[in-house]
């Protein structure tokens, strides 16, 4: 075996002859082992990790090659809970392709303006009235129809292409909520819009959602973002910081998704927030299942307790709507009340569901 420093904290290791892929992951395995015993220096245990990337020399691989998969490999590997072994297969090499190439066109769709939003109405429980949209993106792929986010946010978070994109959601939403205060039955609308993790994480977080208000006249009572405990968490104190000066400034927070993640109701104290979404995959179950109602109805109680305004996520019957009404929602929000849908499909009935390639194109994704 060969041992090298390729630079920084990478090494490689070249093991020959060695038996097949098994073998090399159990080498991988002795390797972190190794590298992982605590040392003692000073007087001060240290410990440090590793991760092991592994490319089998087949018919005629290259060196280059090699070490492109076995660094594949190894990013692979520290994606997914690093002091891991990866071998780099055909399946891997395609995903990060695949990959590689989603990227690349996410860029270039901001550029070319192939994004759009789709807005999808909030109604207060007792009246059915529309008091909000959830501003949600769409991506007109070229030659793939409309795309939801469930295909390509995923992709953008992995990369600092979420920041300019959740950026230019919070332009375009100013925007049309500008638009929007020219019409009566539509001035007093409300927005929310989503942030993502790193979005959030910006030093400038604060004036990337007040600067697009203020330069279109827009009182920031009229927007909403929406944060998951996720990406809350990463920095709870840095987070709530920024959340609070928002909060002084009139927007509302809303955690998303509530109910999936790591719930603690120990965040809803710490954080400064206005609303809990109620995950769509509560409202599913509610009908039939006894204690989901209880659970539901416990979180309802707690978050007003906490002086959380609810709201109920993909309510899709009527059914669906008179229960969670009753257990305590404050609105409610899913496709029996509207299908997201573009700006001026709203601007004619604020109820009104959207066009039927809409349909199609929503369906498949979603909580
Ligand atoms: P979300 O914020 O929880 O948004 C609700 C999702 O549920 C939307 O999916 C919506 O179309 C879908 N939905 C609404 N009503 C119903 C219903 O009755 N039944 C079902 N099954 N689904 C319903 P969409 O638009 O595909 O968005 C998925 C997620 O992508 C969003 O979940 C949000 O987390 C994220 N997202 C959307 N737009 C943005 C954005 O501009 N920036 C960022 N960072 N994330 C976004
Ligand atoms: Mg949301
Ligand atoms: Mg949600």
């Known amino acids: 075996d060969h041992v090298g420093r390729l630079g920084g904290d990478e090494f490689l290791v070249i093991a020959e002859p060695i038996g097949g892929a098994y073998e090399a992951v159990h080498l991988g395995e002795r390797l972190i082992r190794a590298v992982s015993d605590p040392m003692t220096i000073d007087n001060t245990t240290v410990q440090v990790g590793a991760s092991v990337g592994i490319a089998m020399s087949g018919d005629g691989a290259d060196a280059a090659t090699l070490l492109r998969d076995a660094d594949i490999a190894v990013y692979h590997a520290k994606d997914h809970g690093r ?3 990866e071998l780099c297969d055909e399946r891997l090499r395609t995903s990060v392709f695949r990959r590689a190439a989603l990227e690349q066109s996410l ?3 901001l550029l ?7 807005y999808q109405p909030i109604v207060r429980a007792g009246t059915g009235q529309t008091i909000e949209m959830e501003a949600l993106i769409r991506w007109r792929r070229p030659g793939r129809g409309l795309v939801t986010p469930g295909d390509f946010i ?9 920041v300019e994109i959740d950026q230019w959601v919070v332009e375009r939403v100013a925007r049309q909520l500008a638009a929007w ?3 009566p039955e539509l001035a007093d609308i ?7 993790a790193r979005f959030l994480d910006t030093a400038d977080f604060e004036e990337r ?3 697009p208000l203020r330069r279109h006249g827009i009182d920031p009572s009229r927007l909403l973002v929406e944060v998951t405990e996720g990406s809350v968490l990463r920095d709870l104190a840095e987070a709530a910081r920024k959340l609070a000066f928002l909060r002084t400034q009139g927007i509302r927070i809303a955690i998303d998704d509530f109910g999936t993640g790591y719930t603690s109701l120990a965040h809803l104290r710490t954080l400064p927030l206005d609303r809990l979404k109620l995950d769509g995959s509560f409202t599913s179950d509610a009908l039939t299942d006894i204690q989901e109602r209880t659970l539901i109805k416990l979180i309802i109680d707690t978050g007003h307790l906490l002086g959380l305004e609810i709201t109920a996520e993909g309510i899709e019957t009527e059914e669906q709507a008179g229960l969670l009404r009753r257990l305590g929602a404050d609105t409610l929000q899913g496709y029996f009340f509207g299908r997201p849908a573009p700006a001026d499909a ?18 498949p994704s979603g909580p």
């Not at 995923?154 to 979420?162: K, Q």
């Not at 409300?190 to 993502?196: E, G, L, P, Y």
């Open 181 to 183: 205060s020219e019409r």
């Open 83 to 85: 002091g891991r072994v």
């Open 107 to 109: 860029s270039r769709a």
């Open 190 to 196: 409300a927005v929310a819009v989503n942030v993502s």
């Open 112 to 118: 070319g303006d192939e994004f759009d939003i789709h």
């Open 154 to 162: 995923e992709a953008a978070e992995r990369t600092d292409l979420i």
């Open 209 to 211: 959602l007040m600067t």
């Open 346 to 363: 709203h601007d004619t009935d604020s109820t009104q569901a959207s066009d039927p390639t809409n349909l199609v194109a929503t369906t």
